[in-house]
């Protein structure tokens, strides 16, 4: 027989659980880590199209597309990055003034998230920046983890229920630790890479709702977590000191 104070810090548990694993997933998901915001492009000095083109289509180069992304008021996501173009003029008589603006985003590919960073982020330098390397493939790698650790807990859970036990929260509690400092370490090693960057004149940053609900999602596991552990460390002194007394 589990206690109603167990019973509810369970429940409670499980709901901030699932919150941070939404929260997280959709911010693995989605582009909106970082904002750059450059000040108005003359056209008749750039030719925006080719720029557009070399983004989308052109080879993966790190300042290529870094330097696109600063003059088209681009962002970053973990798996995204995009900019923001004029949308084609739906009218031939005329040329809009302020025309409207559409996002193109291109995805990471598995091995582009691997490849190494180098000092000037150009391939052809020999000299290899390995700390933005790492924090790159850490960045990409530890929310994943996270939600690992978040579903193997799950099946710990379902495991424990059908077996009818309390003891496996304890390791339910575990995981939920190892994850909420994953998901904490994923957004300090974006930070930390996108602070290493090398930055442009006339460009500023700022940060994204995706890295926020990132944000959020520590705070919620570390709460389940904390619900965990007490629900099962209160439990199993209950239990001892209960067969204690009916031994006694």
Known sequence: MVDNRYATALVIGSVLSMLATVYL??????????QYSSPAL??????????????????????????????LNGTLGLWWRCIQVPQPSQSHWFKEPDPKMETRCVSFTLPQ????KYKNSTPNSEEEDLLRTYLWRSQFL???????????????????????SFTPTLGVG??????????????CCFLAGVDLLPKQKGVEGSLGWSLYLALISVPL????????LWAARSHSKNYTRVTAYRVA
């Open 25 to 34: 997933s959709v911010a693995v998901g989605t582009q909106h880590w970082y």
């Open 42 to 71: 003359k056209r008749e000095a750039i030719n925006v199209s080719k720029l557009i083109d070399e983004f989308i289509d052109g080879d993966f180069d790190e300042k290529t597309y870094s330097d696109t992304m600063f003059r």
């Open 113 to 116: 998230q691997f490849r190494p």
């Open 142 to 164: 530890l929310p994943l983890v996270s939600l690992a650790l978040v579903f193997l807990s799950g099946l710990v859970g379902v495991c424990a229920c059908l077996c009818r």
């Open 174 to 187: 575990v995981l939920h630790v190892l994850a909420g400092l994953c998901s904490l370490g994923t957004v």
């Open 221 to 228: 596991q570390m709460m389940a977590a904390a619900l965990f």
